[in-house]
């Protein structure tokens, strides 16, 4: 079986798996004990934070450890909305975000929040000057995500932060990070980024940990009540080994990232022309090489049950997705696909196929083959020559 499907998550590196393992069988001390072994443990997780923080070009102080994505994405939106309420209760975000980020700007809603969900163009991106256009006196928070998990639409968040810090220095901004670190460069202190989410597993880390960069003079109301760690702003005995193992990940993801992204790109660009040339499949990734994610392509097959597809893909070996992984057990059209203008029967019949380092040139060749293959059967089943 060959895996397609990055986007979703990534196999951890061995070195990853193997320091894990040895964090865990010997250095169990709880960091907040007094003792050696708590020592050794806090003097690990001090030393992963610093390795985060250094491949983010950020402080050590700015790191918060979480769960994953799905909370730094919840932490840094809802802390935010709680803490500089007195600021105003009107948020602006994407109707393409992941549901970490577009639930619970509706959960916001549902409490008493006003939340302005911007358009995408038919590339599935929003403007800066979008932004500017729905900034209000009591906006407080901007949330954009950086590289779509679905379609891998890249969207502008550095003119965006230069907007916010130019103009509304007041209003916060917030990026989930998950899908563009380590494939497309994103200075985080340049490009006015106040909160930053990162998850560990998509960047062939563990699953269960991920960080929230929050931008030294930023409060958020932490989310859950407990003891004083991570300085309070999430309390919880810290996961060590997940921490050291993350660090790793961190790390090797931002110190082979030009060299992954050209790779990645030569990949992408072969998959894309091999996939226009079969004319039932519409690609929904950026044709162009230098627009988009390099490891996200993604297209539909209308009147084709993308599952149906999914598993003719799986028969020749490929493990592929229908859309995000969160998302792909539900029944109904994509809603990226439909922000992005296509119809209700293409939204419904997308495939996501999402590249990995590991991948080569002969990975791409033996796909496309794969996929010629199961458009020939379907076509046979329609009694199409
Ligand atoms: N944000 C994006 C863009 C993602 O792709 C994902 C994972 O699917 C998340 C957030 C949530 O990450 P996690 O499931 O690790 O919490």
């Known amino acids: 079986m060959r895996y397609f499907d990055h986007a979703a998550t990534t196999p951890p590196y061995d070195e990853v798996t193997r320091t894990i393992a040895e964090v865990m069988a010997l250095h169990y001390g709880n960091p907040s004990s007094l003792h050696r072994l708590g020592e050794e443990s806090g003097k690990l997780l001090r030393r992963a934070r610093e390795v985060c923080a250094g491949a983010l070009g950020v402080l050590p102080g700015e790191i918060v450890f979480t769960s994953g994505a799905t909370e730094s994405n919840n932490m840094a939106i809802k802390g935010a909305a709680l803490q500089y309420v007195n600021r105003g209760k009107h948020l602006i975000t994407t109707v393409t975000e992941h549901p970490s980020v577009y639930e619970c700007c509706r959960q916001l809603e549902q409490w008493g929040w006003e939340v302005t969900f911007l358009p995408v163009n038919k590339e599935g991106k929003v ?45 916060l901004f917030h990026v989930d990070g998950v899908q563009g670190f380590g494939k497309i460069e994103l200075p985080i202190k340049e490009s006015g980024i106040d909160l930053y989410s990162l998850s560990a597993h998509k960047l062939r880390g563990p699953k269960g940990i991920g960080l929230l960069y929050v931008r030294d003079g930023v409060t958020l109301q932490p989310l859950l009540a407990g003891g004083g760690q991570e300085e309070g702003r999430r ?15 961190i ?30 499949l519409e690609l929904n990734s950026a044709l162009e090489e230098t627009h988009g994610a390099p490891h996200i392509v993604h297209f539909s097959y209308p009147g084709m049950k993308s599952e149906a597809f999914l598993h003719m893909l799986e028969e020749e070996g490929f493990l592929v997705s229908t859309r995000s992984a ?42 496309l083959e794969a996929l010629n293959k199961c458009v020939r059967r379907v076509r046979n089943l329609k009694g199409e020559r």
């Open 127 to 171: 403007s800066v000057e979008q932004v500017d256009e729905a900034i209000r006196k009591d906006t407080v928070l901007v949330s954009v995500m950086h590289v779509n998990n679905e379609t891998g639409s890249v969207q502008p968040v550095a003119e965006i932060g230069s907007l916010l810090k130019e103009k509304y220095p007041r209003v």
């Open 326 to 367: 969160c998302s792909s057990k539900r029944a109904e059209p994509s809603r990226i696909l439909l922000a992005m203008g296509k119809s209700p029967e293409a939204a419904a019949a997308g495939i996501r196929i999402s590249l990995g380092e590991e991948h080569t040139e002969k990975d791409i060749a033996d796909l």
């Open 251 to 280: 790390r090797l993801a931002k110190e082979g990232a030009p060299e992954r992204a050209v790779h990645l790109r030569l990949l992408k660009d072969k998959l894309i022309r091999g996939i226009a040339t079969l004319p039932e």
């Open 235 to 249: 309390p919880g005995t810290e996961n060590i080994p997940y921490a050291v193992g993350m660090s790793k990940a």
